[in-house]
């Protein structure tokens, strides 16, 4: 029988649904990761790390996951050519659609090349 016949439908089917899957905590989520970060780090060190890493798995599942999304859903658009021949790409910005290519967000952040790293990050 088919809903196209008028009939109805016996199907089972008909009334499934499903939840679509959701991404949790990646962090949380990565067993092998933790256990390769237990094996690897003194446990000072690590019980240091973990609440950042656990913020980060939950942003990786949540404002990243959707940033991403944005990002894929409107990708840069080049322009043809700027002043004196170069070409030009302006990107989308997720953060504030109507600032155009100058929006502060969009703009890389500076990055200190002094960095200074621990001295067990050597081993």
């Given amino acids: 029988m088919s809903i196209a016949d008028g009939r109805g439908t016996d199907d089972p089917m008909s009334e499934f649904f499903q939840e679509p899957p959701r ?4 962090f949380d989520d990565d067993a092998l990761l ?20 656990h913020r980060l798995g939950h942003r990786a599942a949540t404002d990243i996951l959707a940033l991403g999304e944005s990002a ?13 021949g170069r070409r030009r790409l302006y990107k989308r910005c997720a953060a504030d659609r ?10 890389p952040a500076p990055i200190s090349h002094d960095i200074v790293l621990p001295a067990w990050h050597a081993s």
């Fill in 23 to 26: 991404l949790g905590n990646q």
């Fill in 34 to 53: 933790r256990a390769y970060l237990r094996w690897r780090l003194p446990a000072s060190i690590l019980a240091e790390l973990e609440p950042d890493l």
């Fill in 72 to 84: 894929e859903a409107s990708p840069p658009r080049p322009v043809p050519y700027a002043a004196r």
């Fill in 98 to 107: 109507s600032a155009g290519p100058d929006c502060a967000a969009c703009r």
